[in-house]
């Protein structure tokens, strides 16, 4: 086990830490830390850092409540780095975004897929009505229509897989997700809520068979 010592801090006595998330593997923020902050984060097991424009020390989610539980931190082949996997309690950036990493300066990777994309594109929906938009439509007809479109695509999900047919069965499992990310929009419900239940289950798992 590495410590602290053996690290390799700049001339002002900082490391670099990049954050990212135990459960999606996203790439959260870049902190600097010390080995005050250092040791203060492996003590107390949530990122704390070093301010380089206050010169102060700041835990994350003091004052947003956006806590980073470390799950582990590891350096990188020069001693000079750090990644640190963390379990959130909120958004990364002071902006509410999810992550710091939100603007492009080069290249396009608009054609990127994910849940969390999708789920930003239905709250979009929700937010700013598109006339025509299937999305649209279920927004504004409400809870009974979305539940309604849920337990009818849970229907055609069993259908398709009693009947053996893979090709089926996904295309009716993406229905599915689709229309229950309307849901979990409808009712302020997030991947990360989903992710973080998952999550637990998956430890209580962990400990049970330990």
């Known amino acids: 086990m590495m410590i602290i010592d053996d690290l390799k801090f700049d001339k ?15 790439v959260l923020m870049l902190g600097y830390m010390n080995k005050e902050s250092l040791q ?10 070093w301010s380089r424009s206050r010169k102060t020390l700041w835990r994350k989610g003091d004052t947003s409540g956006n806590i980073q539980h470390i799950v ?5 082949c020069d001693r000079d780095a750090l990644l640190i996997r963390v379990n959130k309690d909120g958004p990364a950036c002071h902006t509410g975004s999810d992550s710091c990493f939100f603007e492009t300066v080069h290249g396009d990777d608009s054609d990127l897929f994910s849940l969390d994309t999708l789920y930003h594109i239905i709250a979009d929906r929700k937010a700013n009505r598109k006339p025509g938009s299937y999305t649209t439509y279920l927004f ?11 337990g009818e695509e ?5 259908i398709a897989a009693k ?16 229309h229950a990310m309307v849901l979990m929009t409808q009712m302020g419900i997030t ?14 798992d962990a400990e049970e068979m330990a």
């Open 12 to 26: 002002d006595g900082l490391i670099p830490a990049i954050i990212f998330d135990a459960l999606s593997g996203a």
């Open 72 to 76: 582990s931190i590891k350096t990188d």
């Open 163 to 178: 009947g053996d047919d893979k090709s089926e069965t996904i295309y009716e499992i993406a229905d599915l997700i689709y």
């Open 140 to 150: 504004d007809k409400g809870i009974d229509k979305i539940l309604k479109k849920v």
């Open 40 to 49: 203060i984060s492996m003590d107390e097991g949530r990122t704390c850092f």
């Open 154 to 158: 849970s229907t055609e999900v069993i």
């Open 191 to 204: 991947p990360e809520d989903v992710r973080q239940e998952l999550a637990s289950r998956f430890v209580k």
